[in-house]
């Protein structure tokens, strides 16, 4: 089992670990980084969060080096949206569904008949 320690300024550790809550100002997860608009900017991640034991991380990245997030185009949103739509739709009977058809049947649940 491995245990993880709480030392930032071991210069042997080149990825530095932090407890719950206490990551020094300036960083931010990647949950962190979306509410605030941002994305890493095809950066890795320079740090990570332990807790519960080390049985969850979280990755940290700089936000001096974040960049905004993109914005989908139109025709993006209407690929997306096309790509949805064939999701719910069944290939049986061609009805559009109010959910996404599960990948293994292949058709809706009223065509897969509970077989």
Do not use: S
Request: charged letters at 25%; hydrophobic letters at 35%.
């Amino acid at each position: 089992m491995t245990t993880y320690t709480y030392d930032p300024a071991n210069p042997a550790d080149d990825f530095p670990t932090y407890p719950f809550r206490l990551a020094p100002d300036g960083l931010a997860t990647r949950r962190q980084l979306r509410a605030a608009g941002l994305r890493p900017g095809g950066h890795h991640a320079v740090a990570q969060i332990l807790w519960r034991r080390g049985k969850r991380v979280a990755y940290l990245y700089r936000l001096d080096w974040a960049k905004p997030k993109r914005i989908a185009t139109p025709a993006q949103r209407e690929a997306i949206a096309k790509a949805l739509l064939a999701r719910r739709t069944c290939r049986d009977c061609g009805h559009v569904k109010p959910y996404y058809i599960p990948r293994r049947y292949g058709c809706c649940l009223d065509c897969h008949g509970g077989h």
